[in-house]
């Protein structure tokens, strides 16, 4: 029997599935874990199931950080791709929550040589450059080429990924993932839910401008125009102000997936 604050903890989480869901975030992959708050050798996460059809303690397991093995032996299984988890809490102490999933918004930036930028006010944690971790670099030869996480090896290349830019004390919130999706922490539920939802409406909003500014002929702008993307200072002073704004839209987005019938939250105490 989980704890009450463990219960919360995990009406939240499962709210935060049907939210990743409901905003095409996540579709019938992907996964997103949280830490134990009462102990931060373990996390939490969902097993092998669509992340839109969790619903309730059943279906949520506890692993350990050091291996991604469950807790408790007998867990049902636990998705494949757990390393990208066990070994981002490892790295991040700081970090308590970690969402991986394939929206096709950002796979797009994995693939080809356009960075993908902050474009818009909403999504200055992307930072000043979003690393692209392209696992074909770490495969041994007897590895699945298939582009999954699938053992400690991997997750700890892609873990690193959020510090190889910056430096530790100064990590990325996104990895992209060539030809796969992306990876996002934060330090909580609400925070990581919204860095998915923004970081695709960027990646439309910054994939719309390239299409429409390489068919414009018209004049251009003084000073020559072009995109024009977050600087430094915007990204800094954004984030500033978004980050503390958060509460606003999560109470939105969970009255749109409990409102919705598809969405089940046995632990909801509201319910
Ligand atoms: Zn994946």
Redesign the pocket.
């Known amino acids: 029997m989980a704890s009450t604050n463990i219960t919360q903890l995990l009406a939240t989480y499962i709210h935060a599935l049907h939210i990743l869901h409901h905003h095409g975030v996540l579709d019938g992959?992907?996964h997103l874990s949280v830490r134990n708050p009462d102990n931060a050798a373990t996390f939490f996460m969902m097993h092998q199931r669509a992340p839109a059809l969790v619903s309730g303690l059943d279906d949520i397991g506890e692993y350990r950080v050091s291996d991604a093995e469950p807790v408790s032996p007998g867990t049902p299984a636990a998705p494949l791709?757990r390393y990208i988890h066990s070994e981002t809490l490892e790295r991040y102490p700081d970090i308590n929550v970690v969402l991986?999933g394939?929206a096709g918004e950002l796979v797009s930036y994995s693939i080809s040589d356009v960075p993908l930028r902050a474009a818009i006010h909403m999504a200055p944690f992307l930072g000043e450059e979003v690393p692209n971790f392209d696992i074909t670099k770490y495969y041994l030869p007897n590895d699945t080429h298939d582009f999954?996480v699938r053992d400690q090896r991997l997750g700890a290349a892609l873990a690193a990924e959020f510090d190889s830019h910056w430096g530790p004390g100064n990590k990325s919130s996104l990895v992209l993932m060539r030809s796969?999706?992306f990876t996002a922490i934060a330090a909580d539920i609400e925070t990581t839910t919204y860095k998915g939802i923004y970081a695709v409406v960027n990646a439309r909003v910054q994939s719309e401008a390239i299409k429409i500014q390489h068919a414009y002929s018209g004049p251009r702008a003084e000073g020559g125009g072009g995109i024009a993307y977050l600087t430094p200072r915007q990204i800094r002073d954004s984030w500033q102000t978004e980050k503390q704004l958060i509460q606003r839209p999560w109470a939105l987005w969970v009255r749109e997936v409990k409102v919705n019938p598809l969405y089940v939250n046995e632990l909801d105490p509201d319910r």
């Open positions: 992959y992907g791709e991986h394939h999954l796969h999706g």
